[in-house]
């Protein structure tokens, strides 16, 4: 009798963890500050001008504009499908996206953005994964959109798609430059 009780809930388990929608992971931090940190530039990235790319604060993201903040790494797949659609939120819309490279080496980083460019107004690393734990990262990747206040506003949990970037970020973008609370339940 154990072994078969335990086999149906282990089937329901299973089942659960096959039928979910990572992007309906609830956030705790949507309608709140953006957690305060310090993310250091990649070493060695240049930008266009052959300066060397920042880094970037918390405090950036509260300067009176909405951005967005898109945490990614050169390791994950999804994050590699995701990319054009920041490169197209990039010129659709006139928000500054700020890039967090999560647990990856700089020249692993460098090559990502030298093969699928840089949409990033400052890239930032969080190389042990600390500030993610503080953002409530689940993994990568997963974009944040910002009020101008440094409210975090909308929360999308894995890549970009053309559907997601229509019918859910360009919307919290629209709707975090009219509105000052929280524009979505975390979804």
């Known amino acids: 009798m154990p072994v078969l009780f335990f086999a149906v809930v282990a089937g329901f388990f299973a089942m659960a963890l096959r039928s979910g929608d990572p992007s309906l992971l609830p956030s705790t931090l949507v309608g709140k500050e953006v957690p305060k940190g310090v993310f250091p530039p990649i070493e060695g990235l240049e930008a266009t001008n052959g300066k060397p790319e920042a880094g970037f604060t918390s405090a ?14 050169s390791w994950c797949v999804p994050c590699i ?5 920041l490169e197209k939120l990039k010129t659709m819309t006139d928000v ?16 990502f953005i030298g093969r699928f460019g840089n949409p990033y107004t400052a890239v930032g690393t969080d190389a042990q994964g600390r500030a993610a734990i503080d953002w409530g990262v689940y993994g990568t990747p997963e974009t944040f959109v910002v009020n101008g206040k440094g409210q975090i506003v909308y929360k999308h949990v894995g890549p970009i798609s053309e559907d997601s970037l229509k019918k859910k970020l360009l919307p919290a973008i629209e709707k975090a430059r009219t509105v000052a609370g929280p524009t979505a339940s975390g979804s």
């Open 81 to 85: 499908e995701e990319h054009p659609f």
């Open 96 to 111: 500054d996206i700020y890039g967090i490279n999560y647990k990856d080496g700089a020249a692993a980083a460098r090559r």
């Open 60 to 73: 950036d993201l509260a300067k009176g504009k909405v951005s967005v903040v898109n945490y990614w790494a």
